[in-house]
């Protein structure tokens, strides 16, 4: 339970006089996975997506949902920044979760996958166990466009994977795979000996399987790992602190003026109001000329040309030094 890893052995015990048990209706039944993000709840079931708010965890409420059927027997949720990446019977799905209570579906943003389980999303990297076929590496750069970038399957060792959890070693980078029959795999993924650029921020992987661990019946999951320094989630609640010190990680409001316009309504304090997302685009130089994908030509900013600064003539000082006074010689 990653929710008592807190150091503290005496705190690993759950009490049925303080558990709460949810499930309105019946909706929440059949529940396949359940992602945490800050303090709402990302859980699928059969019928598609609930968001939860847990904020008081005594008294949890289904906050939002997608469940129009866009999701086909959903598997696995995963949040990272705006989205949400989903399995589900057609492979892997990509949602928006801008307003992390209204997930909004992107139709142009599936890979097909035959056999799509479990997943983790690693910075622009996804991996997902995709059953006979191996683990499915797809690029998310631009979540909206994402593209497969690999099949690996290790030459068809990895015929039966069901999870994976990502961690990294010192400047190397693996994949923990739950190959079902197979046991559990080890696939070495960045290391600075076989990607160039490995110290980069997200460079490509170049799987490797380096081990493997025989299990006594068939490996169906790997447990996630426990994120160390200073971390805050995704309502800008801080996790843990192994450790350190130092400055502590921003609050909600303040991540969101990296990506979204501020507008301030009149009144005593000036009350900030969520604006619109900031948007790029791609550029191409073509000719010593800069043209947006959009058509726009991109001129440089004049640069002010700066003043001629008047040259400075020495000038006598206005007290006349004192004289050094001439040692009395001695007799």
Do not use: W
Request: glycine content about 8%.
């Amino acid at each position: 339970m990653a929710t008592l890893v807190d150091g503290n052995p005496d705190n690993n015990f759950l009490k049925e006089s303080e558990t709460v048990r949810f499930n309105p209706n019946g909706a929440l039944t059949d529940a396949t996975f359940v992602a945490a993000a800050g303090h709402r709840l990302y859980l699928t079931t059969p019928r598609g997506l609930y968001v939860i708010d847990v904020s008081d965890p005594t008294h949890p409420r289904i906050a939002g949902e997608l469940t129009n059927g866009f999701l086909k027997n959903p598997r696995c949720v995963a949040i990272q920044f705006r989205y949400g990446f989903i399995t589900d019977d057609q492979g892997l799905k990509i949602v928006d979760l801008t307003e992390p209570t209204r997930p909004i579906p992107l139709p142009r943003a599936t890979i097909i996958l035959n056999h799509a389980e479990r997943l983790y999303v690693a910075r622009t990297y996804a991996y997902i166990a995709n059953g006979p076929e191996g683990l499915a590496i797809v690029d998310i750069e631009n979540p909206e466009r994402p593209r497969l970038a690999q099949m690996f399957n290790a030459g068809g060792a990895l015929n039966d994977t069901r999870a994976v959890q990502i961690g990294s070693v010192s400047a190397s980078q693996f994949a923990l795979v739950a190959d079902g029959r197979n046991g559990l795999r080890v696939v070495q993924l960045i290391s600075p000996d076989t990607v160039a650029g490995a110290q980069g921020f997200s460079p490509r992987p170049n799987p490797k399987l380096i081990a493997t661990y025989p299990t006594k019946g068939e490996t169906i999951c790997v447990s996630r790992g426990l994120e160390r320094d200073r971390v805050v989630d995704e309502t800008g609640g801080q996790t843990v602190v192994f450790g350190r010190r130092g400055s502590r990680p921003f609050h909600l409001d303040e991540m969101e003026r990296f990506y979204r316009r501020s507008t301030f309504a009149e009144g005593k304090d000036f009350e900030r109001r969520k604006g619109e997302l900031y948007r790029v685009e791609d550029v191409t130089l073509s000719g010593g000329v800069l043209t947006t994908k959009g058509g726009e030509v991109l001129s440089p900013l004049a640069m002010p040309t700066p003043s001629p600064q008047p040259m400075m003539l020495p000038v006598e000082p206005e007290v006349e030094p004192s004289p050094i006074p001439t040692p009395t010689p001695k007799r």
